[in-house]
Nanobody, 117 residues
Framework: QVQLVESGGGLVQPGGSLRLSCAAS????????MAWYRQAPGKQRELVAA???????TYADSVKGRFTISRDNAKNTVYLQMSSLKPEDTAVYYC???????????WGQGTQVTVSS
């Protein structure tokens, strides 16, 4: 059974930092592209960052220079380090695991990030 379990969300003031973690089980983690998406109220889910099995990273323009995605294949875990957080970063953040050009695609349950003073 595939499980993606996110943690690390919470309430943070503008300008603050958070680190999200996503622990995966039931998959051959190292071969998957891992990604973080987010969905704010009333908006569509959007890609925040992704990291391939080879370590290539991709970021949404809105988070470039502020967020860093990384992975630890030994721990089957992907991270999202978020810095200089803004109120517009407020959303539910979802972990995603997929294999490109296939239909293999898994989602976590999401973790809430709220940026507010």
């Amino acid at each position: 059974q595939v499980q993606l379990v996110e943690s690390g969300g919470g309430l943070v003031q503008p300008g603050g930092s958070l680190r999200l973690s996503c622990a995966a089980s039931g998959i051959s983690f190292s071969i998957y592209t891992m990604a973080w998406y987010r969905q704010a109220p009333g908006k569509q889910r959007e890609l925040v960052a992704a990291i391939t099995s080879g370590g290539t990273t991709t970021y949404a323009d809105s988070v470039k220079g502020r967020f860093t995605i990384s992975r630890d294949n030994a721990k089957n875990t992907v991270y999202l380090q978020m810095s200089s957080l803004k109120p517009e970063d407020t959303a539910v953040y979802y972990c995603n695991a997929h294999i490109k050009i296939t239909t293999v695609n898994h989602w976590g349950q999401g973790t809430q990030v709220t940026v507010s003073s």
